[in-house]
């Protein structure tokens, strides 16, 4: 009976540090950006395609890492894309300045996601790959800004790789 006890009380003391190790906070967040894409023309002729970036993420976060589900929209120049991606950011490196308890937080980044895309030719659909990096600051307890680089590789036959500058608000509930 002893060791029932004991083995109870040590399995919800284990659980209970394990949740407080592995809990996070939820965010929700706006991203725009100014963003490039390498695609093909309605010939068959590469082209560089520069413009605005749209999109909203919902995520969590710890102290080490970050994850959200990011839907961006653009249309430029003819090129409407439309990305729901998956993104994983590992934190590098915190620092706390007491004087006004601003946290900058630089981070690397991966992300794999699915995308349409249309344009002169035939809409296409497929999937993309990338990395990046940025910093994110934390400028109250309840709203952090991001300033970031993504770099992705498209499996689709018009459109090769895309990149983007993003800046991101994000509200931590």
Known sequence: MLNKILLSSLLILTLSEAKDSFS???LLGIEVGYAGSKAKDAIGLDESVNGVDFGVRLGAQNKDWRTFITANMSNYKGH???RVMLSFDKFVWQ?????DDIVFKPYLSGHIGYMQHKSDNPSE???FYGGGLGV???VLNEVDFDLGYRYSFADLADLDSFDAVTFGVNYIY
């Not at 620092?95 to 004087?99: D, F, I």
Request: charged share 30%; proline share 0%; aromatic share 12%.
């Open 24 to 26: 996070s906070e939820r």
């Open 80 to 82: 409407k894309t439309q």
């Open 95 to 99: 620092s706390l300045y007491k004087k």
């Open 125 to 127: 659909n497929g999937m």
């Open 136 to 138: 994110a600051w934390n």
